[in-house]
């Protein structure tokens, strides 16, 4: 398994809470990526990173903002959560190849915004 | 706008049958197709994955077909066994960033 740990991995909070996830790696990957899960929606990407401190938006970032300043850790920050951000949060990390591409992804961190 | 569109949403099916998933595209600049089975409470897996300039690819019981000029792809799934009951996900990766797009997904239980 590729050496991925999210934390926390289960969070209640209140609406209106800053929330931080963290996403850590072993594996020295180039590309770590923050997924949201929900019924009927699939996987959606909320951010992206392509380096130390490079980072970009997906199809659904706002409310969301994201921090990579080691390569190893990537971190998605709910600034003031909200009901509608209550999901399943899935960290994966990459290293582009024309063969593969592979993502390998973590277990999950699921938030609950009461 | 979902980028990749995947059906059906839910599949049963009895134990040695045949498991068919379908996808479709817009963006002609995706350049690699991958395929991801994912278990309850457990993140989703690399199962098999196609690349544009190959029509067919199969392993094991897994094979993708895909159809440039149509824009789709499909998952085969032979003798399904209920060991593959799980949810499915298409995905799509763009040729530049690195971002991959995912279908909806399709929960498939096979029963024996």
């Known amino acids: 398994d590729a050496g991925i740990t999210q934390s926390p991995r289960h969070k209640v909070t209140e609406t209106g809470t800053p929330v931080t996830l963290r996403c850590h790696q072993t594996e020295n990957h180039r590309y770590m990526y923050w997924y949201r899960q929900d019924p009927g929606h699939g996987l959606r990407l909320i951010h992206y990173?392509?380096?130390?401190?490079?980072?970009d938006k997906g199809e659904v970032s706002d409310g969301y903002s994201v921090s990579r300043s080691k390569t190893e850790d990537f971190l998605l920050t709910l600034e003031s959560a909200t009901s509608s951000q209550t999901s399943v949060y899935f960290c994966?990390?990459?290293?582009?190849?024309?063969?593969?591409?592979?993502?390998?992804f973590g277990e999950g961190s699921r938030l609950t915004v009461l | 706008q979902q980028q990749v569109k995947q059906s059906p949403q839910s599949l049963i099916v009895q134990k040695g049958g045949i498991s068919i998933i379908n996808c479709a595209y817009e963006n002609t600049a995706f350049d690699y197709f991958p395929w991801y089975q994912q278990f309850p409470g457990k993140g989703p897996a690399l199962l098999i994955a196609?690349?544009?300039?190959?029509s067919e690819k199969k392993e094991g019981r897994f094979t993708i077909s895909f159809n440039k000029s149509a824009k789709q792809f499909s998952l085969h799934i032979m003798d399904s066994q209920p060991g593959d009951s799980a949810t499915y996900f298409c995905a799509a990766r763009g040729n530049t960033g690195n971002q991959f797009y995912f279908g909806t997904g399709t929960s498939l239980t096979v029963i024996p």
């Open positions: 990173s392509y380096g130390v401190k490079d980072t």
């Open positions: 994966a990390i990459s290293e582009r190849s024309r063969a593969t591409g592979e993502l390998f």
């Open positions: 196609i690349r544009p300039d190959v």
